[in-house]
RNA sequence: CGGGGCGUAGCGCAGUCCGGUAGCGCGCCUGCUUUGGGAGCAGGAGGUCCCGGGUUCGAAUCCCGGCGCCCCGACCA
């Protein structure tokens, strides 16, 4: 470890202490160019976990992988007239290649709806090859004016869905599917409780009809868009002109929809469960839930432990516990302990001669709480048991603190105490004005995260908006967000 | 793009005001002793002082001009 020295805490800079946590986990570094990081392995192993976990759920629902390129011909983002505007001005553009001006500039990918559909148009041709759905894991590029570790960089990492149907109410339906799977991925793999809602229009992608999203709540008490899932209409099916033929013989336009998570789940992951000792990372997600300490003092005992730890590596790896021993010498255990709690090690296991003898190991978790001695025998089971209770007691502390730092049924005046104070999600009436919307968000930098889905409204619907006193469209709820 | 900060060893920094042998802590290498919550001692390696010009016998330091990065805001996954 290059650092020693205790991080900033949360409370002093949160800022400074989400940076401190990342390079300390060895999650991630800067790269020389602006904008741009490089995962390191620690965290592209939590990106792993996540990439496996998010596929087989997509595959569920019939989604195969695909790979389209990274470049797109700059005249294919014209042809939406809202996604150009949406996009123009984050675009890096390719001019030269091969030492010569190309005759039409290449666009890096910001996103793929245009090269994508424009394939489709090829593919689809009758219903019968409907739905077609579609995604792809890769690297997009948007110029963003600010950057931070996994929350915003130039260059990310996402997996971005397309598909095509037959009518609105199948992507409407299929849109609303993948909003369930991604809500299922964040609370049942990362332990982070989010909301589900619409987007206003002001928040609404680029050539979307209706915007659905997860948002969560950080520690920090900043809301963060951790998944998107758009109905597009026909609006590219009409740029692009994917076509089919309906089983009355008529020629259709396709109903899209296109759906996104990103590396920035890195980043939520390190804001909803880190400590001031660094990143917690959740038993399901972890590139190690568990790792053995020896403990040992002479070469005698060094090899008698170095034996019963080995063998309690390959226990627990056969019981489908991922396990890492560490076998550094010349590290005192306490090192250890403290990398291996920065890098977020759901359970630690330390083996001594004492140990040995009693045929038992002493059980640290991350989360806290009393070390407690386990037996040997068993122990895989054991532990699995130790990680379902993380994984929900991770879930449900994130939840207390979501629901300790939410205020519904707030008027402007409570609102903006609210704002003055920790911040948090404030539930409240919006007359559905986007002037109104817009006034909030200067005045008060918060927006509105999303409308929210029926389960996470107020029992009692608001009857008039909380800025303007003017009658309630509906409920929304407000934060402050990255 | 506005505001702030910073560029000196792998990392964190002092030195810059007031020009004169390039330093400290951590890390790294070697050896010995250590190892149940961040080990100790000894020896050692490691530098275009961000870049370019200028002033000077002499510049990390003074002058001029660039570049880069980080943080805070406006825009966004």
Redesign the pocket.
């Not at 470890?1 to 205790?6: S, V, Y």
């Not at 963003?144 to 570790?149: A, H, K, Q, V, Y």
């Not at 929350?151 to 130039?154: M, V, W």
């Given at each position: 470890?290059?650092?020693?020295?205790?991080l900033t805490t949360r409370a002093q800079d949160f800022?400074?202490w989400y940076?401190e946590v990342i390079m300390r986990a060895e999650l991630a570094d800067?790269s020389p160019?602006?904008?741009c990081m490089v995962i390191r392995p620690n965290g592209y192993a939590i990106w792993e976990q996540m990439q496996r976990a998010l596929d087989d759920m997509f595959k569920e629902l019939g989604v195969q992988n695909a790979y389209f390129p990274l470049l797109i011909p700059q005249s294919f983002f014209s042809k939406e007239a809202q996604h150009i505007d949406?996009f123009a001005?984050?675009l890096a553009i390719v001019t030269h290649g091969g030492g010569k001006e190309l005759e039409e500039p290449l666009v890096i990918r910001p996103t793929s709806e245009t090269i994508i559909y424009s394939m489709y148009a090829k593919w689809i041709q009758s219903y019968r090859d409907l739905p077609m759905l579609m995604n792809q894991w890769c690297n997009v590029l948007?110029w963003?004016?600010?950057?931070?570790?996994f929350?915003?960089?130039?260059e990310?990492l996402w997996q971005e869905g397309h598909t095509a149907h037959v009518d609105e109410a199948d992507a409407e339906r299929f849109a609303l599917e993948i909003l369930k799977v991604y809500r299922r991925f964040a609370e049942e793999w990362m332990a982070m409780p989010v909301l589900t809602g619409r987007k206003t229009d002001s928040?609404r992608?680029a050539g979307a009809l209706r915007t659905y999203c997860i948002e969560g709540l950080m520690q920090d008490n900043k809301a963060l868009?951790a998944g998107?899932t758009h109905n597009l209409g026909q609006n590219f099916a009409k740029a692009f002109q994917v076509t089919f033929q309906s089983d009355q013989g008529t020629l259709e336009y396709v109903w899209n929809t296109s759906w996104?998570v990103?590396?920035?789940l890195v980043g939520a992951l390190v804001m909803t469960h880190g400590d001031d000792?660094g990143i917690i990372t959740p038993p399901r997600l972890a590139q190690y839930q568990c790792v053995i300490v020896p403990?040992?003092?002479s070469d005698a005992e060094?090899v008698t432990v170095l034996e019963a730890a080995e063998r309690i590596l390959r226990e627990l790896r056969q019981g489908g516990v991922r396990t890492h021993l560490d076998k550094r010498?010349?590290?005192?255990?306490?090192?250890k302990?403290?990398?291996w709690?920065?890098r977020g090690v759901p359970l630690r296991l330390?083996?001594?001669?004492?140990?040995v003898a009693a045929g038992q190991v002493?059980l640290?978790r991350r989360t806290g709480g009393a070390?407690s001695p386990l037996p040997t025998a068993g122990l895989a089971r054991a532990l699995q048991t130790e990680m379902d209770v993380m994984q929900a007691a991770l879930l449900e502390a994130a939840r207390v603190r979501r629901e300790q730092h939410s205020i519904r049924g707030i008027t402007k005046a409570s609102f903006l105490e609210f704002l003055e104070g920790d911040g948090g999600f404030a539930y409240g009436g919006w007359c559905g004005d986007a002037a109104c919307e817009a006034t909030i968000?200067e005045e008060t930098?918060a927006t509105i995260r999303c409308l929210p889905d029926e389960e996470f409204r107020s029992p009692e619907a608001p009857r008039s908006c909380m800025w303007c006193d003017r009658p309630a469209v509906t409920e929304a709820v407000w934060a402050r967000?990255?």
């Open positions: 470890m290059a650092d020693q020295k205790a800022s400074a940076n800067y160019v602006r904008g949406g001005p984050e948007r963003e004016m600010r950057t931070r570790l929350l915003r960089t130039a990310f928040e992608f868009q998107t996104g990103s590396t920035r000792a403990i040992y003092k060094r010498d010349g590290l005192k255990p306490g090192a302990y403290y990398e709690e920065g330390e083996v001594g001669p004492r140990d002493m640290a070390k968000k930098k967000a990255y």
